[in-house]
């Protein structure tokens, strides 16, 4: 499953959850924009809020970019139900 995700580095707190005004998912990290380690803990905190391994979440656009797409791999079903509930 694509997602869209809107990162948000250097928050005072991590968080997933909300939609972005473009659609996406909000996704706030501590980590600073430098070096991959944002893109890393935002790949990182959407693996842990879908309830998948690290490994199941690759990144395929935005590696420098706070808008972000993200491939997950599980069930399409159950992905889609939680995108639901972490948009709300």
């Known amino acids: 499953m694509r997602i869209l995700v809107r990162a948000q580095p ?3 707190r991590a968080m997933v959850g ?13 980590e600073p924009a430098a070096d991959g ?8 905190a959407v693996a ?3 309830g998948l391994p690290r490994r199941s979440v690759r990144l395929v656009q935005g590696a420098a970019a ?13 992905l ?3 995108m639901k ?3 709300a």
């Open 10 to 12: 250097r928050a005072r």
């Open 18 to 30: 909300g939609a972005a005004p473009d659609g996406a998912l909000r996704v706030a990290v501590t």
């Open 37 to 44: 380690r944002a893109t890393e803990a935002v790949q990182s």
């Open 48 to 50: 842990q809020a879908f």
């Open 66 to 78: 706070r808008s972000k797409v993200l491939v997950l791999d599980g069930d399409e079903a159950v």
């Open 80 to 82: 889609a139900a939680r």
């Open 85 to 87: 509930e972490l948009l």
